[in-house]
């Protein structure tokens, strides 16, 4: 291929992925697994596991499905038809709550079978992942990774910005009941999530090798161990992507304690909303921002300084006060919780930018699958504080997230690793 035709494959998917990434986080604005979900399922059924439990799907199910398709990505022929297609079919699943709504009359058999649909859409989400930052790594630059996610996070948090809006407006309806405001939520996550798929049925991809022989999953996995043990730059990312991990557990329930423990009103809870929809729309400019300027360490560093900063505050809270607070005290909070959500852009890239091109999946699927049992933290937390409240909740999470500022601060690069700015 000549270089001229690589360039506008280049250019290409940089505006296709781009596209698609900000539709996409607009969609799931409207289906925010920290916020609008947790509110949605404690509306219909009053249970805070079930609230943890969604989360725990959101990273559970597309987890699962990494570890089944990563194997076979190398052997793909056409990427990018691929995960277009993958799209069209699992994307369009919001719209099948729309009828439900009105048509069930049990609000347990609503919120269950919203969970089972929304078990599907992470798992279409993770057939995907792998060979979806495959084809980002191989046809976008270096040097524009960090800004092409951030630019994802900026402009679909642009789009989350609106969906914030409509949410909060339809949340606040007197005149609408709850199927009413929720059907609406679900039809523009719907609209958002298919115009996604439409977006990447533009990308290309450059020429690469494929492997004819797909291999065996057990000696793909057999070998995983050895390409853990043998980097320990790698290994050093692990461990504080666990131990965030962990430090976000309480991540989709802070809302639901302002609304259980402090009482706060309906409207209240809806600008809380919102104002995370706006935490990630600064996430994506500032992480992305810095990502291109100081490198991919720096925002993991600063990241966990967040996520101290939040689990630590929200220790203070519940040591501090019991049902006097005022929405206003939650507004930075919830903040820096929308903030850090985007604080996966900094372990992506960085993981990219530490292993050789040709063990890029491998990796990325190790690393997965290394922080896979975490993702069960959410339901086993929501469990927890149905029993025991949220303090101690709060104090774990702190500890975890101590641990991993710390780790983060004392990251170590070989010379020929040190990220150089633009």
Same mark, same amino acid.
């Given at each position: 291929?000549?270089?001229?035709?690589?360039?506008?494959?280049?250019?290409?998917?940089?505006?296709?992925?781009?596209?698609?990434?900000?539709?996409?986080?607009?969609?799931?604005?409207?289906?925010?697994?920290?916020?609008?979900?947790?509110?949605?399922?404690?509306?219909?059924?009053?249970?805070?596991?079930? =609230?943890?439990?969604?989360?725990?799907?959101?990273?559970?199910?597309?987890?699962?499905?990494?570890?089944?398709?990563?194997?076979?990505?190398?052997?793909?022929?056409?990427?990018?038809?691929?995960?277009?297609?993958?799209?069209?079919?699992? $994307?369009?699943?919001?719209?099948?709550?729309?009828?439900?709504?009105?048509?069930?009359?049990?609000?347990?058999?609503?919120?269950?079978?919203?969970?089972?649909?929304?078990?599907?859409?992470?798992?279409?989400?993770?057939?995907?992942?792998?060979?979806?930052?495959?084809?980002?790594?191989?046809?976008?630059?270096?040097?524009?990774?960090?800004?092409?996610?951030?630019?994802?996070?900026?402009?679909?948090? #642009?789009?989350?910005?609106? =969906?914030?809006?409509? @949410?909060?407006?339809?949340?606040?309806?007197?005149?609408?009941?709850?199927?009413?405001?929720? =059907?609406?939520?679900?039809?523009?996550?719907?609209?958002?999530?298919?115009?996604?798929?439409?977006?990447?049925?533009?990308?290309?991809?450059?020429? +690469?090798?494929?492997?004819?022989? +797909?291999?065996?999953? $057990?000696?793909?996995?057999?070998?995983?161990?050895?390409?853990?043990?043998?980097?320990?730059?790698?290994?050093?990312?692990?461990?504080?992507?666990?131990?965030?991990?962990?430090? =976000?557990?309480?991540?989709?329930?802070?809302?639901?304690?302002?609304?259980?423990?402090?009482?706060?009103?309906?409207?209240?809870?809806?600008?809380?909303?919102?104002?995370?929809?706006?935490?990630?729309?600064?996430?994506?400019?500032?992480?992305?921002?810095?990502?291109?300027?100081?490198?991919?360490?720096?925002?993991?560093?600063?990241?966990?300084?967040?996520?101290?900063?939040?689990?630590?505050?929200?220790?203070?809270?519940?040591?501090?006060?019991?049902?006097?607070?005022?929405?206003?005290?939650?507004?930075?909070?919830?903040?820096?919780?929308?903030?850090?959500?985007?604080?996966?852009?900094?372990?992506?890239?960085?993981?990219?930018?530490?292993?050789?091109?040709?063990?890029?999946?491998?990796?990325?699927?190790?690393?997965?699958?290394?922080?896979?049992?975490?993702?069960?933290?959410?339901?086993?937390?929501?469990?927890?504080?149905? +029993?025991?409240?949220?303090?101690? @909740?709060?104090?774990?999470?702190?500890?975890? #997230?101590?641990?991993?500022?710390?780790?983060?601060?004392?990251?170590?690069?070989?010379?020929? $690793?040190?990220?150089?700015?633009?």
């Amino acid at each position: 291929m000549r270089p001229m035709a690589e360039q506008q494959i280049r250019r290409r998917n940089y505006k296709a992925l781009l596209t698609e990434g900000s539709l996409f986080f607009t969609g799931m604005a409207f289906i925010d697994v920290n916020a609008v979900i947790p509110v949605f399922i404690f509306a219909y059924t009053q249970s805070v596991l079930l =609230a943890g439990l969604a989360t725990t799907i959101h990273f559970a199910a597309s987890t699962v499905l990494q570890i089944f398709v990563g194997p076979y990505v190398k052997s793909i022929r056409n990427v990018p038809a691929y995960v277009t297609r993958i799209m069209f079919l699992f $994307r369009p699943l919001p719209f099948i709550m729309i009828p439900l709504l009105f048509l069930c009359a049990s609000p347990w058999l609503t919120a269950g079978i919203f969970l089972v649909i929304y078990t599907l859409l992470c798992a279409g989400d993770g057939l995907i992942f792998v060979p979806w930052t495959d084809l980002f790594s191989r046809t976008i630059n270096t040097e524009k990774r960090g800004q092409l996610l951030g630019n994802q996070l900026l402009f679909g948090g #642009a789009g989350a910005l609106l =969906a914030g809006l409509v @949410v909060k407006t339809v949340l606040d309806n007197p005149n609408l009941v709850d199927d009413q405001r929720y =059907a609406v939520i679900f039809g523009g996550a719907g609209i958002a999530l298919t115009l996604s798929a439409v977006a990447m049925s533009f990308s290309r991809d450059l020429p +690469r090798k494929i492997e004819a022989i +797909r291999p065996n999953h $057990r000696q793909y996995y057999k070998a995983l161990p050895h390409y853990f043990r043998r980097h320990p730059d790698f290994i050093q990312v692990v461990v504080i992507r666990i131990l965030s991990s962990i430090a =976000a557990m309480i991540a989709p329930f802070i809302i639901i304690y302002g609304q259980t423990q402090a009482q706060l009103p309906v409207e209240a809870i809806s600008t809380l909303i919102t104002i995370q929809i706006i935490g990630g729309l600064l996430g994506g400019v500032i992480w992305g921002g810095i990502s291109r300027r100081c490198g991919n360490p720096m925002v993991i560093k600063l990241t966990q300084i967040c996520g101290f900063v939040l689990a630590a505050s929200m220790v203070l809270i519940a040591l501090a006060v019991r049902q006097s607070l005022t929405p206003y005290l939650f507004w930075t909070l919830i903040l820096i919780n929308g903030i850090n959500m985007s604080s996966w852009i900094g372990f992506m890239n960085h993981t990219i930018d530490i292993v050789s091109d040709d063990e890029r999946t491998i990796y990325l699927l190790i690393s997965n699958l290394m922080t896979f049992p975490f993702t069960f933290l959410p339901f086993f937390t929501g469990l927890f504080v149905s +029993r025991f409240g949220y303090l101690p @909740v709060f104090i774990i999470s702190t500890l975890a #997230a101590a641990v991993a500022a710390w780790q983060a601060w004392n990251m170590k690069l070989p010379p020929d $690793r040190l990220y150089r700015p633009e």
